[in-house]
């Protein structure tokens, strides 16, 4: 970690530490590793892949799943995560410290593309003008057949 990410996770622990304050919840070694891995790896994870992960790279570490759902329950209801839903197979989360951006979702195996695309926003938001509706914000999610899974099925 540079100086200026450290800086970032730090501010990003206080918040978390926060949340767990207003909530009379006590920071704790596993709710930290959580909140690193998040942070260090930053992917779209469901909570079986991350307890995975924190398993892998902290085998010392003894987190449950439940834990992890639990943590990210609490994450994603203070804004500190967003999650994708893929209705019956679940959630996927990530960090809400990046900048707005959508995603193209693979039908197939799950891969999930982030874009950004200027136009897209700029066309939202004279949709919503035209509408007199007051835009807070949205949620774009494109399916389809990711390039390897087209490859892979016409061999």
């Known amino acids: 970690m ?20 207003e909530n ?18 930053p992917e779209h994870f469901s909570p079986e892949e991350l307890h995975f992960l924190i398993k892998k790279n902290h085998p010392k570490i003894n987190i449950g799943i439940a834990t992890i759902y639990r943590a990210l ?31 193209l979702i693979c039908k197939n195996c799950g891969k999930i593309i982030e874009f950004e695309d200027k ?11 035209q509408n ?8 774009m999610q494109l399916y389809g057949i990711c390039f390897n899974c087209q490859k892979n099925k016409k061999r």
């Not at 009379?24 to 790896?41: A, D, G, P, S």
């Not at 804004?79 to 989360?93: D, H, I, N, R």
């Not at 136009?119 to 003008?129: F, G, M, V």
């Open 2 to 21: 540079n100086f200026m990410e450290n800086i970032e996770y730090d501010h990003l622990l206080l918040e978390f530490k926060n949340v767990l304050k």
């Open 132 to 139: 007199g509706f007051k835009l807070t914000g949205h949620v």
């Open 24 to 41: 009379l919840l006590k920071f704790t070694k596993q709710r930290e590793v959580i909140l690193q891995t998040l942070y260090n790896f």
């Open 119 to 129: 136009k897209i926003e700029k066309r939202q938001e004279n949709i919503a003008i």
């Open 73 to 103: 329950n609490l994450l994603e209801t203070s804004e500190l995560v967003t999650s994708l839903s893929f209705g019956k197979a679940g959630k996927k989360y990530e960090l809400a410290n990046k900048p707005h951006h959508d995603h």
